[in-house]
């Protein structure tokens, strides 16, 4: 069953939002064995990005979804950050989770 999990993403500012940011981000995300599709939506003005991941979740619970979307988040982050920043890490500051089937 492909589960799906709303999460937005609010950054303090500066937010760094640029293309090849964006980019990565989503590229790291769609390289994740979990999550069958992706959808995205920036709004700069408010330092806001709202994804829709569908997890692919056969058995396991509503919290494991979360748990895997939270974890695909915090890595693509990172990997948007790239291999020379260091000691930035950059955390969902605050979020709204939904999950629904």
């Given amino acids: 069953m492909i589960q799906g999990i709303g999460i937005e993403v609010t950054f303090e500012p500066p937010v ?8 990565a981000v989503y590229i ?14 920036v709004d700069e003005a408010t330092g ?3 994804f829709t991941l569908g997890i692919d ?5 509503e ?3 979360e748990d895997v979307a939270r974890d695909a988040m915090e890595k693509a982050f990172a990997d ?3 291999p020379n920043v260091v000691n930035e890490k950059n955390e969902l500051t605050a979020s709204k989770v939904a999950v629904f089937a």
């Fill in 16 to 23: 760094p939002f640029t293309d090849e940011w964006l980019d």
């Fill in 28 to 41: 790291s995300l769609e390289k994740n064995m979990a999550i069958v599709s992706i959808d995205m939506f």
């Fill in 48 to 50: 806001k990005i709202r």
């Fill in 57 to 61: 979740n056969a058995f396991e619970s």
């Fill in 63 to 65: 919290e494991f979804s």
């Fill in 80 to 82: 948007a950050a790239g």
